[in-house]
């Protein structure tokens, strides 16, 4: 038995009671969540992972260099086979550099250089020398996370715009987030004073020593840099909820240019509708059509 839409709300701008539109949203969700299961989510996004490699460090006498894609090849950041695993890898590569970048923005919650400021007043403040030496392993381990936030800030970016760009055929959406998220960290002057570049295949290393160096001498800077309101973790993040929020799965993935004529959402196949679904809200009325076809599939 087909379904056209969702049962008992055939007509969505008539009014409903608060309590069964919830049950509505439960029922979506649960219906989303076998949805999922079914096309085998969970096992594609595993396998994704499980198959991913760690990035590449090289290292010298004095200094170390991190490159977070130059010597990398993940089946996350390579060309999809199928759309259900370009979406996922997409969306998996955007959220890791969102996440990444968050923890270093002054402004978001927790971030590395308030742990890190923090640690320093305590050191301050210790007076004797059992805590001074407690206070000051703080303020080394604390500054050990800022490198690290760095180095994942850089894996994260550099394997977002090679995801992007080995998978620009799909769509001129892609080519434009690509060019976009290149051209949000430009200010390469001021990367190069606190250790950060871009090596000749374009992808951004991080020399640790440099770093270290410009956290002790010159940690404002550092922190302006990297992590203020117009810093390369700002730009970035922006960049990536940007493109997160606003692009649409058809023109990710090329439905409207491949199928002008067939633009509808029934043209899709299950998981885009599923993406589609799941990108726009239980909340948006755009929904409804899409939530039909989805049970249509599991009746």
């Known amino acids: 038995m087909a379904i056209s839409g969702v049962s008992g709300y055939n007509s969505y701008n008539s009014y409903r009671p608060a309590n069964e539109y919830q049950n509505w949203v439960d029922q979506a969700a649960s219906q989303?969540?076998?949805?999922?299961?079914?096309?085998?989510?969970?096992?594609a996004d595993s396998s994704d992972t499980k198959t991913s490699s760690t990035s590449g460090t090289s290292s010298t006498t004095g200094s170390s260099s991190t490159s977070s894609s130059s010597s990398t090849s993940t089946?996350?950041?390579s060309r999809a086979s199928s759309t259900?695993?370009?979406l996922l890898s997409y969306k998996h590569n955007l959220t890791s550099l969102e996440s990444a970048s968050n923890k270093l923005r002054v402004g978001s919650r927790n971030n590395v250089f308030s742990k890190y400021e923090t640690a320093l007043k305590d050191l301050q403040r210790a007076n004797t020398d059992e805590d001074k030496a407690s206070a000051q392993a703080a303020v080394?381990?604390?500054?050990e996370e800022i490198i690290s936030a760095v180095k994942d800030f850089a894996k994260?970016?550099?394997d977002a715009v090679s995801f992007l760009s080995n998978n620009s055929d799909r769509s001129s959406t892609v080519v434009r987030q690509l060019n976009s998220?290149?051209?949000?960290l430009t200010t390469e002057d001021a990367m190069a004073r606190i250790g950060l570049s871009f090596d000749k295949s374009g992808n951004l290393t991080v020399d640790e020593e440099k770093l270290k160096k410009s956290l002790n001498e010159n940690y404002?800077?550092?922190k302006d840099i990297m992590g203020?309101?117009?810093?390369?973790?700002?730009?970035?993040?922006?960049?990536a909820t940007d493109i997160l929020d606003h692009a649409s799965v058809e023109k990710i993935a090329g439905v409207a240019e491949k199928e002008s004529k067939a633009n509808s959402i029934s043209d899709l196949d299950d998981f885009e509708i599923f993406s589609k679904f799941a990108l726009g809200g239980a909340y948006n009325l755009t929904n409804y059509y899409a939530v039909g076809s989805m049970l249509n599939t599991l009746i």
């Open 32 to 43: 989303t969540e076998a949805l999922e299961k079914r096309l085998g989510l969970d096992e």
């Open 75 to 77: 089946s996350s950041t």
């Open 84 to 86: 259900s695993t370009f």
């Open 140 to 143: 080394n381990k604390a500054q």
């Open 156 to 158: 994260s970016y550099n």
């Open 181 to 184: 998220l290149k051209n949000a």
């Open 220 to 222: 404002n800077s550092v």
């Open 228 to 239: 203020g309101q117009f810093g390369l973790a700002e730009r970035a993040a922006t960049k």
